[in-house]
């Protein structure tokens, strides 16, 4: 039997106790706030506290590569990708599983060049085989089961290409 992916999370987010954020907003936890992104390298503007449309922008850019809802608003799942460098309270995702989220994992597939069929939002064989080939790259567990590894295996093809 294979083993499954972890799912330990190092960072909760009721630990953090940060405010929400978002455009207007300045002070101590934009500067941090800054500083995180600039880290993540979604920002690199000036470390000074206001969080205008660059700040902005840069929460975007964030929030999709950690398939975060694009709102530009920092609540407590972006601070918790900030803060992990990963995607956070991501579906276990396998065959037989359906909706927006596998168009989404299919969608990061076709970028990544592992998936060349049409984007459907089926998780049947042609995507556990993209899966367990995006896996095998990775040097993850190719067991075709897209777990916390794998998302941010995931995050970083989208880091690479600008976003999807």
């Known amino acids: 039997m294979?083993?499954?992916?972890?799912?330990?999370?190092?960072?909760?987010?009721?630990?953090?106790?940060?405010?929400?954020?978002?455009?207007?907003?300045?002070?101590?936890?934009?500067?941090?706030?800054?500083?995180?992104?600039?880290?993540?390298?979604?920002?690199?503007?000036?470390?000074?506290?206001?969080?205008?449309?660059?700040?902005e922008f840069a929460v975007l850019v964030f929030q999709n590569w950690m398939f975060l809802k694009e709102d530009g608003v920092v609540g407590q799942m972006t601070w918790q990708a900030l803060y992990s460098g990963a995607p956070v309270n991501m579906p276990v995702l396998k065959r037989g599983a359906k909706g927006e989220i596998v168009?989404?994992?299919?969608?990061?597939?076709?970028?990544?060049?592992?998936?060349?069929?049409?984007?459907?939002?089926?998780?049947?064989?042609?995507?556990?085989?993209?899966?367990?080939?995006?896996?095998?790259?990775?040097g993850l567990l190719a067991d075709g089961i897209v777990g916390e590894k794998t998302w941010y295996g995931l995050s970083k093809v989208r880091q690479q290409i600008g976003g999807c």
């Not at 300045?26 to 660059?54: C, D, H, M, P, W």
Request: glycine share 8%.
């Open 2 to 55: 294979l083993a499954k992916e972890s799912t330990q999370i190092s960072v909760k987010p009721a630990q953090l106790n940060k405010p929400v954020l978002q455009i207007g907003n300045s002070g101590a936890a934009v500067k941090e706030l800054q500083q995180l992104l600039t880290k993540r390298f979604a920002y690199n503007g000036a470390i000074n506290g206001n969080f205008n449309e660059e700040v």
């Open 103 to 138: 168009i989404t994992l299919q969608s990061v597939l076709s970028l990544s060049g592992d998936f060349d069929e049409e984007v459907n939002g089926i998780f049947g064989p042609r995507t556990e085989a993209a899966v367990r080939s995006f896996q095998l790259r990775s």
